[in-house]
């Protein structure tokens, strides 16, 4: 597109970036942007984090997703610029809207590894107006010839996990409330033994109210979830911001305001603080603070947020052609200490055991699973997990296209599981 025209989408993203600045600084750090949009989000969040002069904009939240992904369509970009059809699913995606900005930069990563793994004709397959969708990709090189198509699990407001996610900021939110009326600064700790949406909207708040009553060491376990309160020593965080400012409720906040920061476990934090000049995500004092660290443990739970995989590849199937053998990608992206990949694994291989390609060639499915890592460390702001996992369809010797290979680097992968 014209410099005019991306300039006016970036400006956009801006206005909206500031205008939401607000609701971020009170912890709430959903991001609002349709999905026509998403793609504008991301380029301005990938900028903010390469330029440093940009760097103002940059929103920790999601920059730590996002940077990784584009790092590697970075490195890509020889390899991409060489696949047939591929400037036109990036206008797909930059332009009209009809391919999500998830999926296209998944669609991406796969076409990439294709060609750097010695496949010689990599070509994204046209798709038509009107017509019924097709498979994403061809592969060949000399006789071996497959089709690939590529699905990718994305964020849903409406899925489990989101659901999940508002129930555990409804139980958190009584708790930030009574702390900061009574200005105390606690951390609740604890881990959900039955799913979130079962859980009453004061429980949380009175396990804070028993502790406030009687301020000893207070730890529980009731069938509902176990866990702990106690306070919060705000010195470490105070001699910080006294030459540093830190992203409110980033990770690095919780490592000052509790000891430690695990990527184990979810969190929400409320405080009394002050936004720093010309910066205002960042805090750069602190009066009083409260944080609800919590995981759910809960076997319901955990199988609802692994559902789906069945009908994802089933709906693949449905696009792959008769005439060709054809493997799929599926694409996860996990984060938070609430994510089941291993058991996701478990449940996958077992329905592709038995899954019925309905007289399509299907082969192989692929479990592109990637976790962004919230971390700390230093230089790993890029940080990100990424395992393969190889599942067989149905009884042949067809070897699979892509052995051991992962997405975000050339190399493959050490051989287990990072679960």
Not at 217 to 226: C, E
Not at 339 to 353: G, Y
Request: hydrophobic share 35%; aromatic share 10%.
């Amino acid at each position: 597109m014209d410099s005019s025209t991306w300039s006016r989408r970036v400006q956009a993203v801006k206005d909206k970036f500031e205008a939401e600045k607000h609701d971020w600084r009170q912890g709430d750090f959903t991001t609002r942007f349709a999905p026509r949009d998403l793609i504008d989000w991301y380029i301005f969040q990938a900028n903010a984090y390469a330029k440093p002069e940009e760097r103002h904009d940059w929103f920790e939240p999601e920059a730590f997703r996002i940077t990784p992904i584009f790092h590697r369509i970075g490195e890509l970009v020889p390899q991409l610029e060489q696949i047939d059809g591929v400037m036109d699913r990036v206008k797909a995606m930059m332009t009209t809207g009809q391919v999500k900005a998830d999926d296209a930069l998944f669609e991406l990563l796969v076409a990439g590894a294709y060609k750097t793994r010695g496949w010689s004709d990599v070509r994204f397959h046209p798709e038509s107006p009107g017509t019924k969708k097709s498979h994403d990709l061809f592969v060949g090189t000399g006789k071996n010839q497959w089709a690939v198509e590529c699905k990718r699990i994305n964020r849903s407001g409406a899925g489990y996990e989101a659901r999940e996610y508002k129930d555990a900021q409804r139980l958190a939110a009584p708790v930030h409330e009574l702390c900061s009326a009574r200005e105390r600064s606690l951390v609740v700790g604890v881990g959900y033994e039955v799913e979130l949406s079962k859980v009453p909207d004061d429980y949380l708040v009175e396990k804070a109210h028993a502790f406030l009553r009687e301020p000893s060491s207070f730890q529980w376990d009731d069938g509902i979830s176990n866990g702990f309160v106690q306070d919060i020593d705000l010195r470490a965080t105070r001699a910080v911001l006294e030459s540093d400012d830190v992203f409110f409720g980033s990770s690095r906040m919780v490592e000052l305001l509790l000891g430690d920061h695990t990527p184990d476990a979810d969190y929400s934090v409320a405080a009394q603080w002050d936004p720093a000049p010309n910066r205002p995500l960042f805090a750069t004092a602190m009066n009083q603070a409260s944080v609800v660290c919590w995981m759910s443990l809960s076997k319901q739970a955990q199988l609802g947020k692994a559902r789906h995989f069945k009908s994802v590849v089933a709906d693949a199937c449905e696009q792959i052609p008769e005439d060709c053998p054809a493997v799929v990608h599926v694409g996860y992206e996990s984060f938070g200490g609430n994510a089941v990949d291993d058991v996701r694994h478990m449940l996958n291989h077992r329905e592709m055991l038995t899954f019925d390609p309905k007289g399509k060639q299907l082969r192989w499915v692929y479990g592109n699973y990637m976790r962004p890592e919230h971390t700390n460390s230093s230089n790993e702001s890029q940080a990100m997990s990424e395992t393969t996992a190889t599942y067989l369809i149905g009884e042949h010797s067809a070897q699979p296209p892509l052995p051991g290979h992962l997405l975000l680097q050339d190399d493959n992968g050490t051989p287990g599981a990072h679960w």
